[in-house]
């Protein structure tokens, strides 16, 4: 069933909302078919089948050199310290609808300006990740990000500063995604063996990854028990901490780096 979308919202009937719904959820289903179709047909499976059979003896040996390494642990501080900056912009939303009196549309097509940056910061990360290193690039997003969260942090606000809003979610956004795109790209800069990349990619996301446990949580205790400017301050003073353990975590990294290199020379 089509319809026309009405000026206001809370113009739209029940049937409307519920078919709206339902073609963001054919849309999501069509992307993730297309996506596993392009990966069986232009993924390579050689190096996967060759890795087949592994004793289980060497698969814990694998385990134990992942976790002795030094440069594993900043990694999983940085992945950590993005998944929460990704989680954080599911805030933008509220905070542009409580913070600044905008309608549910108006605070919308904010979530839609941060989804617009997202294939442009992954694309240009991704450059400057091979020509500058990816351990400069994520040092820089996490100074990015930090600069962007104490902005929204110390503002208070208004109508008046939409500019801000607009201009510090594109900022933020662009950090986040790029982030996102190219933080397990420290595997290969330093020097992770091939056979040992899952085993590395899954002990950093035991850590990494906890953000889907806590991020949604905490966010909701803040704004359910402040008032909505007070609460979506916490939330980005909160998001402003882990960035600045993510620009920690990245110097480590590059500190940790010059040693090893220095160690195999």
């Known amino acids: 069933m089509s319809f026309s979308v009405p000026n206001e919202l809370d113009q739209l009937g029940d049937a409307e909302r519920r078919t709206a719904l339902q073609q963001i959820t054919y849309l999501y289903i069509a992307a993730t078919i297309i996506a596993a179709i392009l990966v069986a047909l232009f993924i390579p499976y050689s190096r996967i089948n060759a890795a087949t059979n592994v004793p289980t003896f060497q698969v814990w040996r694998n385990i134990g050199s992942v976790i002795k ?32 009196g905008l309608d ?38 996490f100074l990015m990000l930090l600069a962007g969260y104490s902005v929204f942090m110390l503002l208070t606000p208004e109508p008046s500063l939409y500019w801000v809003l607009s201009s510090n979610v594109v ?35 035991v850590i990494g990854f906890t953000p889907d446990v806590f991020v949604g949580p905490g966010m909701g205790w803040m704004l359910d028990n402040h008032t ?7 939330v980005f ?17 590059i500190r940790q780096l010059r040693v090893y290199a220095l160690n195999r020379e």
């Open 69 to 100: 390494n030094p440069l594993i642990w900043p990694q999983m501080l940085i992945v950590l310290s993005a998944y929460v900056a990704y989680k954080g912009v599911d805030n933008y939303v509220l905070y542009a609808v409580q913070g600044y």
């Open 104 to 141: 549910e549309i108006e605070g919308a097509k904010v979530g839609a300006l941060s989804s617009w940056v997202r294939p442009i910061a992954a694309i240009l990360a991704g450059i400057l990740a091979d020509r500058y290193r990816a351990s400069r690039v994520i040092s820089i997003c």
């Open 171 to 205: 900022v933020t956004s662009f950090a986040v995604y790029a982030l996102h795109a190219i933080y397990f790209a420290l595997l290969e800069e330093s020097k992770v063996p091939l056979n040992v990349t899952g085993t590395a990619i899954g002990a950093i996301s």
């Open 228 to 234: 909505a400017i007070t609460g979506h301050q916490m």
């Open 237 to 253: 003073a909160a998001l402003a901490m882990f960035a600045a353990i993510g620009v920690l975590s990245s110097i480590t990294f």
